[in-house]
Structure formats: C-alpha cells, structure tokens
C-alpha cells in the first residue's frame, strides 16, 4: 500500500502497480516495466484495519525500540540504531544491531540461537544477488557500506506480541553471549 499526497505521483504508482498500462493506449502494449500489484477486497480491508491501529502499534514498537536500547547501552562492539536525526524520529520497525568487527555478528547470532533466539541477517546487497549477477547487472561494483552492513548486520525479536520479560531475556542473552 502506498500512501501519497501528490496527485502525479499518486498516477504514476497506479500505472505502475498495473503493469505500466499507459491510459488509453493500445492493450498489452508496454513502453516502461511494470507489475501486478493491484490490491484485492480482502487485502485492502485487512491494509485499513492495520491503518486503524497504526498509531498504537507504532507506540509498541518504540517502546521495545527503547527497552533494547537501554539494556543494550553498555554493550561494545555494535552500532544501535538512531532514536531520531534531524528530520525523522525511529519507530523500531526493526532493531538491527552492526557488529564493529568481521566475525561478531556470526558468533553472536550463533550464542543466541543456541539461548533459543531468534534473529535475522540484514538484507543482502542488491549488487551480490545472483539473480542480478547471473544476468550481467552489476558487474565490478562495490558498495562497500552495503556489504558490511549485510555482512555484519543483524535484527533482535522485536514484533508487536515481544513481551517486556522476553526483551529482558534477550538484553540478558546478548550480554551474556559477550
């Protein structure tokens, strides 16, 4: 779902979601890439009721946002994530923790999945697919920021039903796993 404020750009995801038809054009007939990405009845009403909790959720998760962060303040060797810059306050949709050194991520994970955690690994780099590399894209490139953040990158458990006493166990296992 995407929600925008400008009538173009509001046309221009609509032409896109439906396979850049061009309005009024000839069917079938494509100048630019596009997808099917055109919402059906039951994802629309399952997006609204998400929409009418949005501000509650959002509550939740800079709470465990800021729970992590506090627990974790005395921990070395990651970069947290940024609370707030200048323009933009975190809601925690996620909280990734980047290991400072190669090889922390990995044994990190490894001590908590062995505490029953569950994490995730950053996404990769775009440049590092294969589905892209085995078709020629990206040939040379390096992103050096990219590579270390997938490499060295991780998320803690931190959906809507994370209970403060599994926050606890997790700032605990972390401590403990360094």
Known sequence: MIMVDN???ADRCRKLRNLAFEPGGRRFIHNEL??????????????????????????????????????LKDIKGFQFPLERTEYAENIYWVFGLVADTPGLCERT???????G???RPFFWCMHEQPV????????????????RLA????????????????????VKKL????
């Open 175 to 178: 401590q403990y796993a360094l």
């Open 132 to 147: 892209f590399k085995n078709t020629g894209l990206f040939v040379g490139e390096k992103y050096l920021v990219a590579e």
């Open 151 to 170: 490499r060295n990158g991780f998320y803690l458990p931190g959906g809507l039903g994370i209970s403060d006493n599994n926050i606890k166990y997790v």
């Open 109 to 115: 994970v490894a001590k908590l999945t062995a505490a």
């Open 34 to 71: 596009g997808w099917n990405y055109r919402m059906t009845n039951m994802q629309a009403a399952v997006g609204v009721a998400q929409l009418e909790r949005i501000a509650e959720h959002i509550i939740k998760k800079r709470e465990t946002g800021n729970a992590y962060q506090t627990g």
């Open 117 to 119: 955690i569950g994490t």
């Open 7 to 9: 009538p173009e750009l």
